[in-house]
């Protein structure tokens, strides 16, 4: 998934982009998030969210879906500094200025892309990817693709997918051996077929 949005250059912009430079060595709990639509991925950032808050930090999320309200509170959160953006699937990483000179690298903020799914499918702009970008890969082997077919990305590393607290206390639930599911299969897995949804459940798979 590609994203690109030219921004024009305004007086604020510009003034905003030399406060960070000038404050880029200064410790900083800022972080911008976005968004994506995506209700998996959206869970996701709120969880960022909700450890980063517990942290200290003060976080702003960006909306794609009201982008003209989002990039004028970006840039009035940015005048106090920003620590580092986090993106999921690319979404946000590619926004431009007029130019074509990406926003990330003017306003000289590390970004985070976390990858959700296959880096094959991010061909389009994994190939731009932004000088100040770290790629999150959810599986090690992944990363290794990474390094392998697109060079523009400096660094790749394997961030595991962490758990959620669960709802039932550790010492409440069932031991393994007495789980009647022998495999969990988690995921936004799309079956649109009613005939493939009998077949898999004849064959004693509940979905």
Request: hydrophobic share 35%; aromatic share 14%; net charge negative.
């Amino acid at each position: 998934m590609f994203h690109t949005t030219n921004l024009p250059y305004t007086t604020s912009v510009l003034a905003c982009i030399n406060q960070l430079r000038q404050k880029k060595n200064t410790p900083l709990k800022r972080i911008v998030l976005y968004q994506t639509g995506n209700y998996i991925l959206d869970y996701i950032a709120d969880q960022f969210a909700h450890f980063f808050t517990e942290k200290g930090c003060d976080i702003f999320f960006f909306d794609p879906a009201d982008f003209s309200n989002s990039c004028a509170q970006l840039f009035v959160f940015a005048r106090e500094g920003i620590d580092r953006v986090y993106f999921f699937n690319n979404v946000g990483l590619h926004q431009c200025f007029s130019d074509t000179s990406n926003l990330w690298e003017r306003l000289c903020v590390p970004c985070y892309d976390f990858l959700v799914d296959h880096p094959m499918y991010y061909a389009d702009s994994l190939d731009r990817t932004p000088q100040n970008t770290t790629v999150l890969c959810a599986d090690a082997t992944q990363v290794a693709y990474v390094n392998r077919f697109y060079p523009s990305v400096k660094t790749a590393v394997f961030l595991p997918t962490g758990g959620h607290t669960p709802i039932t206390p550790y010492e409440n639930l069932p031991l393994w051996n007495t789980r009647p599911i022998e495999v969990l299969f988690i995921g936004s897995y799309k079956c649109n077929h009613t005939k493939n949804k009998i077949q898999i459940l004849e064959e004693g798979v509940l979905v």
